[in-house]
């Protein structure tokens, strides 16, 4: 069986990816989305063990403690995860799997070594359209937007390391490339089972 690909997601806040990751994963089949861990509060209409596991800091502690995670980071003031399990068993039931990660936790996992992982980075036209995207999204502080929005100029500096950029300006253009890099990557003839060549399978 082909196992599953992991595609490493990265973004300044209030650029579009869960919008975007929403509207890909809704129309391609075989995608799966970890779910992190984070010790940052619920927005509204979020729901635990849907959008995070929703854990405190000393919970989130004992974690780090018994080695459960692939991979953290301390992210605007609070810390996020990936655990080993939110990824593992979809990788070997063939999955692929899509990390909602910072630009720390991609660069972790670059050097732990997943070097099949397909890592994206989207970025928004602007600094302007960002932090009108953040504003009227209408979920954090004054205080979170400045930190977001200041962190936003280290994290755009990051993009050159992503195998991918997309510039997310027109929605519908940024969700068509996001979906064609997808599938371009699982059609790639390496993924045939245990390196066979083309020929071979068909003897
Ligand atoms: P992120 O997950 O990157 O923090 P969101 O997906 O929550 O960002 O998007 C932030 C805000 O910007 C939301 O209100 C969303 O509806 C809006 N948005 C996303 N993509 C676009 C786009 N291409 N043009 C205009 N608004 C957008
Ligand atoms: P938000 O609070 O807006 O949901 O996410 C803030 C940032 O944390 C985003 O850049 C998001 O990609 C990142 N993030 C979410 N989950 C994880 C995770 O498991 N690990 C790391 N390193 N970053 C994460």
């Known amino acids: 069986m082909i196992k599953g690909k992991l595609f490493v997601i990265s973004a300044p806040s209030g650029a579009g990816k869960t919008t975007l990751l929403r509207r890909v994963m809704a129309d391609i089949t075989g995608l799966t989305f970890s779910i992190s861990h984070t010790t940052r509060s ?14 405190n800091r000393e919970q989130f502690m004992a974690m780090i403690e018994d080695k459960m995670f692939l991979e953290y980071a301390e992210v605007h003031d609070n810390l996020y ?8 068993l979809q990788l070997q ?22 070097p099949e992982a397909i890592f994206i980075f989207i970025a928004p036209p602007d600094l302007g359209e960002l932090e009108s995207r953040l504003r009227r999204r209408g979920t954090e ?43 371009a990557e699982r059609a790639k003839a390496h993924r045939l089972p245990s390196g066979k060549a083309m020929g071979e399978l068909f003897i």
């Not at 619920?42 to 596991?53: A, F, K």
């Not at 039931?93 to 997943?114: F, P, S, T, W, Y």
């Not at 977001?148 to 253009?173: H, P, S």
Request: proline residues 2%; aromatic residues 6%; glycine residues 10%.
């Open 93 to 114: 039931q063939g999955l692929d799997v899509i990390l909602d990660i910072d630009v720390q936790g991609a660069e972790i996992l670059r050097k732990i070594g997943q």
């Open 81 to 88: 995860g990936t655990s080993v399990d939110a990824v593992g």
């Open 141 to 183: 502080s004054e205080e979170t937007i400045q930190l977001r929005l200041k962190n936003a100029q280290t994290e755009m500096r990051a993009a050159a390391g992503y195998d991918y950029l997309i510039i997310n300006d027109v929605l519908e253009t940024a969700e068509k490339v996001l979906s064609g890099i997808i599938l």
């Open 42 to 55: 619920p927005r509204p209409g979020e729901r635990d063990g849907t959008d995070y596991h929703f854990f």
